[in-house]
């Protein structure tokens, strides 16, 4: 999973159905669009922390054990936005941790013979409490999983003669922080330039992924590994080399973060060759590459720059906020270079990878009910046309200038994607055919005024759900404190 990674800064066709830009070259990502599945409808949350929670947890925020709506607070407002003064509700309380009672992926998996390690950016844990910490969630191996949002720096530093990422974390990855040496560029195919600087992050991160794939193969168990980037997220800070090379081919504003993409795509490139040989010995008798399925996503949509022809940016409820690269990648099981239509969400990944499993542990659904659906049939026969559900989405707070109290459906409706969406400040409605419309510019529900009944009608169904866990958050009137609900037609 990497961080605010947009829908088209990749450079596979597949994914972001031909309309990338060529600023961006990511030839990793590209091999696994080539040799795999690419979905064309992923979504995610629209910010960091409650996309990790509902992966985390197959859940929306709206279940107790996940009521992680945003990063921080809900209220976050900001000009040019709704200031607190001018708004005409206030956002609830939420959490900013998966509850220590939820059944975690990793806890499931572990459940059905899985060991499990976690990699990188983790954000939803440790909040004042240890009990959501990775290892207490599930986790067998931690390195660098925290309540940390982002990375204070890319580079490692010199510190009372010790190389260390300053800040980072709780410290894990400072034993792979020393300078690049001449045998470190050589195996990597790094430029001899870059011997003696100090280590980029991206790099330490594949440094620890190598030492994690190569434990958990040599053990006689199969094993989930979240390999969750700091990359892209600011600061955008990209290896020198890579920078320079993007420099070559588009302009200086954008280069250095199409090097910080390329040193995400290398971090993918060194995943797929431990795979080929896990204890890097140069034998590959050892391999584990067909046994193993990779998938490859983003936490939500692109914050630098643009996302077209996606409309808006990370944070936001349009489709550039929503909207993510997704790509599966399994050697003989999924069918080279295909494409998938199907609707997908972060929460289906539970379900998805507890099937291919095996299920013969689900977690029991009156204590930990899961929202998301599979999609493993998916992989190994693309062209099924199963319809997926209704996905939803429920913001009851302000999140700066990009986000107000709204509710969402996209929804497939006689073979065409359309979007509702419901503004409390505004106490309006819009639709958006996004079949014909990708970049959401028309607004057609004066036009279409049954089919947006009847996507509000299942809004309602779904806010309405009768479960002892189903407790979503509404926004608070000003007069009484009372949560509003939404005004269905």
Request: hydrophobic share 35%; net charge positive.
């Amino acid at each position: 999973m990497i961080d605010d990674l947009g829908w088209n800064q990749i450079s596979a066709r597949q994914a972001t159905m031909g309309t990338h830009t060529g600023s961006f070259i990511t030839p990793n990502i590209e091999k696994i669009a080539d040799q795999g599945l690419s979905f064309t409808y992923a979504y995610t949350q629209p910010n960091c922390a409650p996309s990790r929670a509902a992966m985390l947890s197959g859940q929306y925020p709206a279940r107790i054990n996940n009521s992680v709506y945003v990063v921080g607070n809900l209220n976050r407002n900001k000009k040019p936005g709704i200031t607190k003064e001018e708004a005409n509700f206030t956002g609830p309380s939420q959490s900013e941790d998966v509850a220590s009672s939820a059944i975690t992926i990793a806890e499931a998996l572990k459940k059905n013979g899985y060991n499990t390690a976690h990699i990188g950016k983790y954000h939803v844990g440790g909040h004042g409490t240890d009990k959501t910490m990775p290892k207490n969630q599930g986790f067998d191996i931690n390195i660098g999983g925290y309540s940390q949002g982002h990375q204070p720096t890319c580079f490692s530093k010199k510190i009372n003669d010790s190389w260390q990422f300053a800040r980072l974390g709780q410290g894990d990855f400072d034993r792979f922080a020393k300078p690049y040496t001449e045998a470190y560029v050589e195996q990597y195919g790094i430029p001899k330039s870059q011997v003696g600087k100090p280590k980029h992050v991206c790099d330490a991160l594949a440094d620890a992924m190598e030492e994690t794939v190569d434990t958990l193969s040599a053990k006689n168990k199969p094993f989930y590994l979240q390999l969750h980037a700091y990359a892209v997220h600011g600061p955008v800070q990209s290896r020198p080399d890579l920078k320079e090379s993007a420099q070559k081919r588009i302009n200086s504003k954008n280069s250095n973060l199409a090097g910080f993409i390329s040193g995400m795509d290398a971090v993918l490139g060194r995943l797929l060759d431990s795979l080929e040989d896990p204890n890097g010995d140069k034998d590959k008798s050892d391999s584990i590459a067909e046994n193993t399925l990779i998938i490859f996503t983003s936490d939500n949509g692109g914050t630098h720059g643009d996302n077209l022809p996606l409309r808006g940016v990370k944070g936001m409820f349009t489709e550039g906020g929503i909207r993510v690269p997704l790509i599966a990648y399994w050697p003989g099981i999924i069918p080279a270079s295909t494409v998938s239509t199907r609707m997908v969400h972060g929460i289906d990944f539970y379900p998805t990878l507890l099937e291919i499993a095996g299920n013969s542990w689900l977690p029991p659904a009156k204590k930990h009910p899961l929202d998301g659906e599979s999609f493993a049939q998916f992989l190994r026969n693309p062209k099924l046309t199963d319809k997926r559900s209704p996905i939803f989405y429920l913001f009851p707070g302000y999140m700066d200038i990009r986000a107000q109290p709204c509710i969402v459906a996209i929804d497939e409706i006689e073979n065409k994607r359309y979007k509702l969406l419901y503004y409390y400040e505004a106490n309006a409605w819009e639709l958006y055919n996004l079949t014909d419309d990708i970049g959401e510019d028309r607004n057609i529900i004066k036009k279409n005024p049954k089919l947006a009944t009847n996507l509000s009608n299942r809004i309602q169904d779904w806010l309405g759900q009768k479960h002892p866990t189903w407790k979503p958050k509404f926004p608070l009137s000003k007069k009484d404190g009372k949560p509003v609900l939404p005004k269905f037609l």
